[in-house]
């Protein structure tokens, strides 16, 4: 089944700024899945729109068997969101910041005892679950927002930057938590503009850059292509056929010019001895620029 299905979804803001310019998305359950882009690019408006924060200028979305605008109480309650900015009351304690959030649901009160208990567990701060929140770590605080977002039980877990201006260690703690909460069965999308991030804990991953998805596809396939120089080859004679040598992908853009492919770790002079074996003769061979590769320098520039 499907966690989360996207059609074409637009949003304009009264300012008349196009921050998703009609996107198509699809989660599979028990993903764990990256939405990337750099600063601006539409994730928060994404999201927003998801949990129903956002109106959406058009388009269609389901989480799970739920139509978004139709039966929306029942699609949110299928989602657990955790915003980027702390904001529970720092004043009250751990354990009345979760519970309140299942009375927020509608929780029977036995219920929600468990499912308080179960997530201050999971997220290991049951021996602080009578501490005001303000006294706690920044990394705890974080964990009390995941403990909130899931105390209701949803299926699909959404995280907006949850590591955005967080130390190091907070964020590996924090990834090893949503590795076990993934491992559990729950759905997670994340949102981040880290791609160590996207890369450590996610499978697959959608790209988003000025309101639009420029990749969606599986995190290795993405990094395999990550990994490949691309260049252009000008030939001295005309060409009929594409020549075939192992270890390069070559195509023919016209009878002068090839575009080779190759992972960055294959040497360049077997392409020239191949091609050369092959009786090509080669005028230049140019670095052509990865879009892809830009992108992710972009992105962890920022
Ligand atoms: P991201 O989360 O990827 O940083 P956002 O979804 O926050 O991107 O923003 C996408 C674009 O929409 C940006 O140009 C941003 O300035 C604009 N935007 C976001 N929220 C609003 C708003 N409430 N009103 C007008 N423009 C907005």
Request: charged share 25%.
């Given at each position: 089944?499907?966690?989360?299905?996207?059609?074409?979804?637009?949003?304009?803001?009264?300012?008349?700024?196009?921050?998703?310019?009609?996107?198509?998305?699809?989660?599979?359950?028990?993903?764990?899945?990256?939405?990337?882009?750099?600063?601006?690019?539409?994730?928060?408006?994404?999201?927003?729109?998801?949990?129903?924060?956002?109106?959406?200028?058009?388009?269609?979305?389901?989480?799970?068997?739920?139509?978004?605008?139709?039966?929306?109480?029942?699609?949110?309650?299928?989602i657990g969101l955790v915003?980027?900015?702390?904001?529970f009351?720092?004043?009250e304690t751990v354990f009345n910041i979760v519970i309140n959030q299942a009375g927020y649901y509608?929780m029977?009160?036995k219920e929600a005892l468990k499912q308080t208990e179960y997530c201050l567990k999971l997220m290991q701060l049951w021996d602080k679950k009578?501490t005001?929140s303000?006294?706690l770590?920044?990394?705890m605080k974080r964990r009390v927002m995941i403990a909130r977002a899931m105390v209701h039980k949803p299926r699909?877990l959404?995280l907006?930057?949850?590591?955005?201006?967080?130390?190091?260690?907070?964020?590996?703690?924090m990834?090893?938590t949503l590795?076990e909460v993934n491992?559990q069965g729950t759905?997670i999308?994340?949102?981040?503009?880290?791609?160590?991030?996207?890369?450590?804990?996610?499978?697959?991953?959608?790209?988003?850059?000025?309101?639009?998805?420029?990749?969606?596809?599986?995190?290795?396939?993405?990094?395999?292509?990550?990994?490949?120089?691309?260049?252009?080859?000008?030939?001295?004679?005309?060409?009929?056929?594409?020549?075939?040598?192992?270890?390069?992908?070559?195509?023919?853009?016209?009878?002068?010019?090839?575009?080779?492919?190759?992972?960055?770790?294959?040497?360049?002079?077997?392409?020239?001895?191949?091609?050369?074996?092959?009786?090509?003769?080669?005028?230049?061979?140019?670095?052509?620029?990865?879009?892809?590769?830009?992108?992710?320098?972009?992105?962890?520039?920022?």
């Amino acid at each position: 089944m499907k966690a989360l299905s996207i059609r074409n979804l637009k949003k304009t803001y009264a300012s008349g700024l196009v921050a998703v310019k009609g996107i198509d998305l699809e989660v599979e359950e028990g993903d764990f899945f990256a939405l990337l882009g750099p600063n601006g690019a539409g994730k928060s408006t994404t999201i927003g729109i998801i949990c129903s924060l956002v109106n959406a200028t058009s388009g269609e979305i389901k989480i799970f068997d739920a139509d978004l605008r139709k039966q929306t109480q029942l699609a949110k309650s299928y989602i657990g969101l955790v915003p980027q900015e702390i904001n529970f009351n720092q004043f009250e304690t751990v354990f009345n910041i979760v519970i309140n959030q299942a009375g927020y649901y509608g929780m029977p009160r036995k219920e929600a005892l468990k499912q308080t208990e179960y997530c201050l567990k999971l997220m290991q701060l049951w021996d602080k679950k009578d501490t005001v929140s303000r006294r706690l770590s920044g990394g705890m605080k974080r964990r009390v927002m995941i403990a909130r977002a899931m105390v209701h039980k949803p299926r699909l877990l959404i995280l907006d930057e949850p590591t955005a201006g967080v130390d190091i260690e907070i964020r590996r703690s924090m990834w090893e938590t949503l590795q076990e909460v993934n491992q559990q069965g729950t759905t997670i999308i994340l949102t981040t503009h880290y791609l160590e991030e996207a890369e450590t804990l996610c499978r697959n991953i959608a790209i988003i850059n000025q309101g639009e998805i420029v990749e969606d596809t599986d995190m290795q396939g993405l990094l395999a292509r990550l990994d490949e120089a691309h260049y252009v080859c000008d030939l001295k004679v005309a060409l009929s056929e594409v020549p075939v040598i192992s270890g390069y992908h070559i195509e023919r853009d016209n009878d002068l010019q090839l575009s080779v492919s190759v992972s960055k770790s294959v040497s360049l002079n077997d392409l020239f001895k191949g091609l050369s074996e092959a009786g090509i003769e080669v005028l230049s061979l140019k670095n052509k620029s990865n879009r892809l590769e830009q992108l992710f320098l972009d992105l962890i520039h920022q």
